[in-house]
């Protein structure tokens, strides 16, 4: 774990960069990486800050409903914009590198937005610990100068966490997020059906109170993730009977729980 110290050294790094900026626009999911910059943000910038979110049928449900109440709680503007990926045959056919086409249709149209609002730097929520991961949108956004102040900061994830608790804010200790196209195999057409699908077990099953939710689309099968603590739980008769009825209704017809539990970039190419 980072000690007190380092972690300092590191937010008051975090906010030396902020400070730079005349004005900024974030790039805002309402996950613990963009939640935090923009807290950390707005307390330097104030009103020089905006927050973007968008609103994509590959955003969950929930998280929709969920960025509101971090907004008013933090007390930046932000502006919705909507975006449909699927319209694009680059992103639609899934190919590995699929997150650079989106990354890149998301940030032109977000720096769009943004500049005609006067806004000319553009931040994102990448922190250090995305470096190390299958990442082909950072390329993306290295192309079209969007900065990202957390990891230039030298912020983990843990990092992140730890200070989100500090400023008490209740992303600290939310699941990691990723579009729903992440769970459809490379190769394999993106649909909006497809992402309803799997939208709406997840939803499902994080309501039972299961943290770390994948539902791996497997064509006529789905596979279901939970944290490792929680596959004991999943496969019980009081969850497995009602879970077993949300996949048949979401038009599944297979079900297959990973025993080893969730898996951070399972389908990420070899």
Request: charged share 30%; net charge positive.
């Amino acid at each position: 774990m980072t000690s007190k110290s380092v972690l300092n050294r590191k937010l008051k790094k975090l906010k030396g960069i902020l400070g730079e900026f005349d004005k900024l626009a974030i790039a805002f999911s309402g996950g613990v990486d963009s939640t935090f910059l923009l807290k950390v943000a707005y307390e330097v910038l104030g009103n020089k800050v905006m927050a973007i979110f968008i609103d994509s049928p590959l955003q969950p449900q929930r998280e929709k409903a969920a960025v509101h109440k971090l907004i008013h709680d933090i007390g930046c503007e932000m502006l919705i914009m909507e975006a449909d990926e699927l319209h694009h045959p680059a992103f639609r056919n899934n190919p590995p590198d699929r997150c650079y086409y989106c990354k890149g249709l998301i940030f032109d149209n977000l720096m769009e937005v943004a500049h005609l609002r006067g806004i000319y730097s553009i931040a994102d929520g990448s922190n250090r610990d995305d470096t190390r991961d299958f990442r082909p949108g950072a390329k993306a956004l290295r192309e079209r100068n969007i900065r990202s102040p957390l990891q230039e900061a030298g912020l983990t994830k843990d990092d992140i966490r730890i200070l989100s608790r500090e400023y008490s804010l209740p992303t600290w200790d939310k699941d990691a997020l990723a579009c729903l196209a992440t769970r459809i195999p490379f190769g394999e057409a993106v649909t909006k059906e497809k992402l309803i699908q799997v939208d709406q077990i997840e939803g499902y099953l994080i309501e039972q109170g299961f943290r770390n939710v994948r539902a791996r689309h497997q064509g006529k099968g789905v596979l279901i993730e939970v944290r490792k603590d929680q596959v004991s739980r999943l496969q019980s008769p009081e969850i497995i009977d009602g879970l077993e009825q949300k996949v048949k209704s979401a038009g599944f017809s297979r079900l297959k729980i990973a025993p080893e539990g969730y898996v951070q970039g399972r389908m990420n190419p070899p």
